[in-house]
């Protein structure tokens, strides 16, 4: 089994739990999995890792959170072409069209997306909880 980089941003505190979530999938499907806020990863530290799973929520009109984590993945892009990832995050309003974008920009980097992408609404519930650690299992099974 490979090492998997839970990589994220978050701002109220959703997208911190669903992270832990998805590591939590991915230790009991047996990958070697660490958790990073994006401030504490850098490109370079790709290199270390078999696959991994980027969490973001939406932000202002529908897009990443442009003062940490858009930099920071638009600069790991070109390391993706032919690596497992899984894309999750929370939303406060809209439809999730900020997943679908950014679901649709990984494929076009050549990554192995896991899933089209978990977005939640708001806060995680307990079901919540249970797709993003599924959501780490199938990345486990993927890297």
Not at 26 to 33: D, W
Not at 35 to 57: K, T, Y
Request: with cysteine; hydrophobic share 40%; charged share 25%.
């Amino acid at each position: 089994m490979g090492k998997i980089a839970v990589v994220y941003w978050s701002g109220t505190g959703n997208t911190e739990q669903m992270a832990h979530a998805v590591l939590e999938g991915a230790k009991k499907a047996g990958a070697e999995a660490q958790l990073f806020e994006v401030e504490q990863f850098g490109v370079s530290d790709m290199e270390r890792f078999d696959g991994f799973a980027f969490g973001c929520p939406a932000m202002g009109d529908e897009v990443l959170e442009e003062g940490s984590f858009e930099p920071f993945f638009t600069e790991a892009e070109e390391r993706l072409s032919g690596v497992p990832v899984a894309l999750f995050g929370s939303y406060g309003w809209g439809g999730g069209a900020w997943m679908e974008s950014w679901a649709e920009r990984t494929q076009k980097d050549g990554a192995k997306l896991v899933s089209d992408g978990l977005a939640i609404e708001n806060g995680p519930t307990d079901e919540g909880l249970a797709q993003c650690e599924k959501l780490g299992a199938d990345l486990a099974a993927a890297v």
